[in-house]
């Protein structure tokens, strides 16, 4: 088992005595699964808790141990965890089936609301993720350019597919991470994000640009912002040279606003990937938007066109267990006030816990815009306000990215002894279920993560 350094730390000491139960699952795991687990980003040292249930905003690892959530399900769970009318939706249709191997009533339904709600979505395909939905974007943009290439932006997360296995945390030069094909990593350009003038010069200097693909709110879900006008000089730039504008809406759509960031900053992308919320939590993601190059999966227009279509094919595509969960939970977004209400929970938390950092002289700052907010650790030592501290202007030092890994353990290591699980020590991701009394409790274990941080010299500059 991996064991942080160095190992006398008392964070440490009060993890491993407050989970025994997480610690013996993963000796058992580290038998059969790499690194005994199932995602990377839940690679914890000396070992990830397991979660025996969940409910509204909070989790239970086995040990007993109450933890309010800030993964929401890694941002699938816009309700919360198990909310009523969607949980009885999809108990109802896994008492009818779970895979027909035909099409059905809820899948048409499903879509409709897709279209109703996103406004690119003039048509829609389902896929079982969003790493499937960002993957099939790809592909329908180089069909439908008869071009080779994809721009992405560095450190823009787009799933774990070929074309985005580098350049998010790391193989930054664009070299291809290991079982990636160098040809394949060729194809794909990796830009600054915010540099329109790069973005510009690329599609001037190079015809055979399909795709441009990006976080619309940025890296992370606004980790690294997107600047002011960015999006609308992409779709500008993207329009003048034929290039098929992606927004990555897997976790910013139905979140950002009940149209995505799309429906928020009036920017219209020809792609959108959609996964996480669009389903309800359970497995699901879906590639939306302009009729003409959707319809490249269309057998009759394909034939019309005299054009080989688009091969599509995926067991649980559209699965109806995950249909009727996301029916029911665009249903609810589209009553309206659920992303308004997790919205505004995730800015009393940014307040709360900024305060905090002001009352114990801790040079961070949290930030971050809609339902999502960011810890920023400032690895550089700068003289940092928590109370006025923005990320504007400060893109390079957020791209530099925390180098001080102990520290990042560390911290999320405390915050889950003190009774929250963040994401990854990173940030927090809010839904509509958290109130004031978990943002008090979580101000409360931040507080104290911070305090045991200091205990342990570790917020020394
Ligand atoms: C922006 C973005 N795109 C794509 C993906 C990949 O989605 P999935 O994990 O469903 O494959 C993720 C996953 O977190 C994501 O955050």
């Known amino acids: 088992m991996p064991v ?47 979660t025996a249930r969940a409910a509204g905003a909070r989790k239970w690892d086995v040990d007993g141990n109450m933890l309010v959530d800030f993964y929401g399900g890694h941002g699938s769970h816009l309700l919360g965890h198990c909310p009523p009318q969607v949980m009885a939706a999809a108990q109802a249709q ?20 897709v279209q109703s709600l996103v406004p690119c979505a003039e048509r829609v395909r389902f896929t079982s993720s969003g790493t499937e939905a960002t993957h099939m974007a790809l592909r329908l943009a180089r069909a439908f350019t008869g071009r080779r290439k994809v721009v992405r932006f560095l450190r823009h997360f787009h799933g774990w597919h070929d074309h985005m296995a580098f350049g998010v945390d790391n193989h930054f030069d664009g070299t291809a991470s290991p079982g990636v094909l160098p040809e394949l990593a060729a194809e794909v350009v990796l830009l600054p994000p915010n540099d329109i003038a790069a973005v510009t010069r690329c599609f001037e200097g190079d015809d055979d640009i399909a795709a441009l693909i990006l976080e619309p709110t940025g890296a992370s879900t606004g980790m690294i912002p997107t600047a002011p006008g960015f999006l609308a000089a992409l779709r500008a ?45 359970l497995p699901g993601g879906a ?16 034939a019309e066109k005299s054009r080989e279509k688009i091969k599509h094919q995926g067991t649980y595509n559209a699965n109806p267990v995950s249909a009727a ?35 114990e002289g801790v040079p961070w700052a949290v930030y971050g815009e809609h339902s999502v907010i960011h810890f920023f650790t400032n690895p550089q030592g700068l003289a940092v306000d928590p109370m006025s501290w923005t ?36 940030g927090a991701i809010l839904s509509a279920a958290h109130g004031e009394a978990e943002i008090g409790e979580a101000t409360e274990s931040w507080r104290q993560a911070l305090r045991m941080l200091k205990d342990e010299g570790e917020l020394r500059h």
């Open 4 to 50: 942080l350094s160095p190992t006398n730390s008392p964070i440490v000491a009060a993890y491993v005595a407050k989970t025994p139960g997480s610690a013996a699952l993963h000796a058992r795991a580290s038998e059969v699964l790499p690194s005994g687990i199932a995602h990377d980003s839940r690679h914890t040292d000396p070992y990830p808790i397991y």
């Open 94 to 113: 896994l008492m009818q089936g779970t895979q027909f191997g035909s099409c059905h009533a809820l899948e048409v339904e499903w879509a409709g609301l």
């Open 237 to 281: 730039a993207c329009t003048a040279h034929g290039v098929v504008l992606i927004f990555d809406e897997v976790v910013t759509g139905f979140r950002v606003s009940p149209g995505g960031a799309q429906g928020e900053a009036g920017v219209m992308p020809d792609l959108c990937t959609l996964a996480k919320i669009l389903a309800g939590g």
């Open 287 to 302: 590639v939306a938007g302009r009729r003409n190059i959707v319809d490249w999966l269309d057998f009759e227009v394909s």
């Open 325 to 359: 969960a996301g029916i029911e939970t665009l249903r609810l977004i589209q009553a309206g006030g659920v992303c308004e209400r997790a919205t505004a929970a995730a800015q009393a938390m940014k307040c709360a816990f900024n305060q905090v950092l002001a009352e």
């Open 391 to 426: 990320p504007d202007g400060q893109q390079d030092v957020l791209m530099a990215g925390e180098p001080r890994t102990g520290l990042m353990k560390k911290l999320y290591l405390a915050l889950l002894v003190a009774g929250m699980d963040p994401k990854g020590a990173r």
